[in-house]
């Protein structure tokens, strides 16, 4: 073959059908996990030939075959879940099901059940109208998966869908994403996916994609050299602070940031914050009408990422032109989180 595109043609024309070879391989995977564990060896099989195929061009990748398997996906009306249906406090509001019955991922800051038989799932179908009817049959080959948020999060954290299940020898992750064009104010949530049985383990892991910062401009955070200083960053353009005095020539930038996102235009700033020998850099987006700040610690390399929906300005100490930058969702200048003070 001369060139990748005609052995990409060979393969195709002759051999090659994209969804009967993943749906094959499941199959292979499925058969092989009743065999002793020393047998196994289908999957290093299937996982060297999307590899070989990759090569070629002809490309699929694992998680879109896991993708295949979830079956069906929703999400259905919270309050059955959290309003009381009989009994004295009959009609109130309340997480206690929600804290009893199912178990909660720290990382991500939801609820979730994994379910795999009728009795189980028929506590949860009385509780909750909305979910399918399933038989034992159906849970022959299928797991359900509940996921459940109560109160309203981060804005980046709300409105989720799961985006992906993955799979290694002994664990289930379960991940989730914010939905495209979210609704920021989705205080409760209540998700539910059908799930092929093969993608079930003794253990499961809920991840989150976090947000990212859309600017294609600057060197990401995680990027940046170790010993990144103030220079670097008033050549790079960065909004410099070093113990409350500006250091960069325009010394508004985060007004102008403010004034842009009250006029609901898109904008992005980076922000280079020496305290003492402490660093932190930030990158802060405003975008689709909230802020995403992404914190990178130089202590630690670690990158911690928040979304807000005001970035405010105080005057802390008038006779001294001192303010003090923080945020919040509420626009209540005594309830937001500081960030930094500037003088000006």
């Known amino acids: 073959m001369e060139s990748k595109n005609e052995l990409k043609e060979y393969f195709e024309s002759k051999y090659y059908n994209e969804k009967d070879m993943y749906n094959s391989i499941i199959e292979k995977i499925k058969e092989d996990e009743a065999m002793p564990k020393n047998n196994r060896v289908l999957k290093v099989v299937a996982t060297l030939l999307i590899t070989i195929l990759g090569a070629t061009g002809i490309v699929f990748a694992s998680t879109k075959i896991y993708n295949e ?33 199912m178990i909660y991922s720290e990382e991500v800051g939801v609820y979730y059940k994994i379910v795999t038989n009728t009795n189980e799932y028929d506590e949860f179908r009385n509780k909750i109208n909305e979910l399918p009817e ?47 064009n979210p609704n920021y104010d989705e205080a409760e949530e209540l998700i539910y996916a059908i799930v092929d049985k093969s993608l079930l383990r003794e253990e499961v892991e809920i991840k989150f994609i976090p947000a990212e910062i859309k600017n294609d401009n600057v060197v990401p955070l995680d990027k940046l050299k170790k010993d990144y200083s103030k220079e670097d960053a008033i050549k790079d353009g960065c909004f410099v602070i070093e113990n409350e005095n500006v250091l960069s020539e325009n010394k508004y930038a985060l007004d102008e940031i403010i004034e842009k996102s009250q006029n609901k235009i898109d904008c992005y700033l980076r922000i280079y914050h020496k305290e003492n020998e402490k660093v932190r850099i930030y990158d802060l987006q405003y975008y689709n009408e909230i802020f995403i700040l ?16 005001y970035l405010i300005k105080q005057h802390i100490f008038k006779d001294q032109n001192i303010y003090s930058y923080g945020y919040n969702n509420d626009n209540q200048k005594e309830y937001m989180t500081p960030l930094f003070n500037i003088k000006i």
Do not use: C, R, W
């Open 69 to 101: 398997y979830i079956k069906k996906q929703e999400q259905i009306e919270p309050e059955s879940l959290f309003i009381i249906k009989e009994g004295p406090f009959e009609g109130m509001h309340s997480s206690a099901y929600v804290h009893q019955n």
């Open 134 to 180: 399933m038989t034992e049959t159906d849970f022959n080959n299928n797991f359900i998966i509940i996921i459940a948020k109560t109160g309203i999060d981060v804005p980046h954290k709300n409105d989720l869908t799961i985006s992906n299940i993955d799979v290694d020898e002994s664990k289930s992750y379960i991940t989730l994403k914010q939905k495209e």
């Open 294 to 309: 992404k914190k990178l610690e130089s202590s630690n390399s670690e990158i911690s990422t928040y979304s807000f929906k």
